[in-house]
């Protein structure tokens, strides 16, 4: 309701409409590969193929193409090998609701399943690594891992909430 109905008009010479994913399922692939070859290190390339390409299809995609880029990302850190296999596609369920869950390891709830416990001790573990080859350096740990500052700094705090204890770190 603030925004000036003249400055509208002068903008929407030529709308476009861009339908969310979950509309364009031939771009799913697509994308995962280009994601892919943005976050996989140099020297090893990485290959998404069958069950993990349908997984990805399957998906409704309510946070549209940054939940995908998330996706992939956090397939290319997990995977073994030159190639995504179906149990390295992990969705965040219920991200939307709740987000006090993505780093909960020993507070965990029951139901659970053993994959999701371990994709979180998994998570823990290459943080802190990270962390340690880094001397502690947050800016330089978030680019090892391949994610923001921002994010890395919101995955210590939820260490930290659990009583995880971290190598000593420095701002920058």
Not at 146 to 171: D, H, N, W
Request: aromatic letters at 6%; proline letters at 5%.
């Amino acid at each position: 309701g603030n925004f000036r109905e003249d400055l509208f008009y002068r903008l929407n010479v030529f709308p476009i409409r861009v339908p969310p994913l979950r509309e364009r399922h031939g771009d799913i692939v697509a994308l995962a590969r280009s994601f892919i070859l943005e976050h996989c290190e140099a020297g090893r390339p990485i290959h998404i193929f069958g069950a993990a390409e349908q997984r990805l299809l399957k998906h409704t995609w309510p946070g549209n193409i940054r939940e995908l880029q998330n996706v992939i990302q956090r397939a290319v850190i997990l995977c073994n090998g030159s190639c995504i296999e179906l149990d390295d596609i992990n969705f965040e369920e219920g991200l939307c609701q709740d987000q006090s869950n993505s780093l909960a390891i020993d507070s965990a709830p029951l139901n659970q399943s053993p994959l999701e416990n371990g994709l979180r001790n998994r998570e823990q573990q290459l943080i802190i690594e990270a962390l340690e080859a880094e001397n502690g350096r947050r800016k330089q740990t978030a680019e090892r891992l391949g994610i923001s500052p921002r994010t890395l700094r919101y995955k210590i705090a939820k260490l930290r909430e659990e009583g995880i204890s971290l190598p000593g770190m420095v701002s920058a």
